[in-house]
């Protein structure tokens, strides 16, 4: 049948030669999912190929973890009687976590000034893709730093001592944490410049770096401040990791922590939908 007959038989009988194949909807969940697994990828090769996001996701948080035990184990382990590798090795995974949401953002930043975000929007795409895609990254990202620093840990006398439904536990901890905290640098994000982001965010992490348990248990600091200590977030995610590994008290901290990152995501997850999505449509 020529090409001439085909489009006559089409118009007159209704007959359509090429086979239709059913596409799902942009909005439809299967949609949502597959599509945030190719941002998710496309986020998780971009900062593979990047070697200043290597170093400060990977390489930093190992030679920390190296540095702190070299200086500071021995003083501390003798002061409060536990294997100070046991409060240094959850800080540092902590850590790591933050700073590298800190990366991811000043990412974020540059597609949106790029055109890269607006880009996608116009695309046949899911609209919460780029958003939970770049949440499914941190999670991963979090979980391969999280399992190098405890390979160094191990070898520094890091052990889990409560079995392996224990260690699992305790490296969910901080995949967890790095998405609440991903949440909310990504709202800072969408509100302030790269220069007061780094500076903001670069702030809070130093206050809860040097004013947890991860360097000595809470008696240790003066009375006045130990309450606050014992109950910011990252003393109860490192205080829960402590007893999933070493032993003492887990349930306790441990729900503090979840009710930690379920507030830090309840209070920040619509500013960064809205800002993600202002981002996306404007460039702004």
Known sequence: MSSVETLERTEVDGFDPLPRVATPSERALSTWIAHSLIQCKRLLLVWARDPATTIQTLI?????????????????????????????????????????????????????????????????????????????????????????????????????DQ??????????????????????????????????????IGLINTLLMFFNTGFVPVFAYPPWLQSTVENQPMSCAIDAMHGLSYGGPVAEPLLKTVAWIFGIVAAFAYPAIRGYRRAAETGA
């Open 163 to 200: 079995g392996p439904l224990a260690a699992l536990a305790l490296i969910g901890i901080p995949v967890l944490f790095g998405v609440g905290f991903a949440v909310f640098v990504t709202a800072l994000a969408t509100m302030s410049e790269g220069v007061m982001l780094v500076s903001s």
């Open 60 to 160: 930093y948080p190992a030679l920390t973890l190296v540095m702190f035990w070299i200086v500071l184990d021995s003083p501390i382990s003798s002061a409060t009687g536990r294997p100070a590798v046991y409060g240094t090795v959850p800080m540092i995974t902590l850590v790591a976590a933050m700073s590298g949401a800190v990366v991811s953002a000043l990412g974020f930043k540059a597609e949106k000034y790029t055109g890269l975000l607006s880009r996608f929007w116009t695309m046949p795409t899911h609209r919460a893709a780029g958003l939970t895609g770049r949440l499914m990254a941190e999670a991963i990202r979090v979980l391969v730093t999280t399992l190098l620093v405890i390979m160094v840990g191990f070898v520094l006398g890091f052990r889990f």
